[in-house]
């Protein structure tokens, strides 16, 4: 017999609670693929992007990490084989992705990019 369960959040006895929307998307609590302007063309768990400037943007949570994003799980990348992509670390905190896109001579250059953030949840 096949039966069906409908629930916003899942509960465990110690680990405390997730909504079941994290756990249909997927084992990543947040991602986001983002245009060289910063709009974001795919996300999950990302509330807004921002440009910056050449080669600088910000990404926001919608549902903050348990801890700083640099410490738990956070992985960028740019599109393009000559882009890099790194995370300021001074900047970036547990709800927000302050991202920085250079070239290969270290110069700043804007780029497609994608942010994948597979931590805990506060």
Do not use: P
């Amino acid at each position: 017999m096949a039966g069906k369960i409908v629930a916003d959040t899942l509960e465990h006895s110690t680990a405390g609670s997730i909504a079941t929307n994290y756990v249909v998307n997927g084992s990543l609590k947040a991602w986001v693929g983002a245009e060289t302007d910063a709009s974001q063309q795919q996300s999950l768990n990302f509330s807004s992007s921002s440009d910056n400037g050449t080669g600088s943007y910000t990404h926001t949570l919608t549902n903050a990490a348990s801890q700083e994003l640099e410490d738990s799980g956070l992985q960028v990348s740019a599109g393009g084989g000559t882009r890099f992509a790194r995370y300021a670390g001074s900047a970036t905190t547990a709800s927000v992705v302050d991202l920085r896109i250079h070239n290969t001579s270290g110069g700043a250059v804007d780029g497609t990019h994608n942010i994948n953030f597979a931590g805990d949840l506060a």
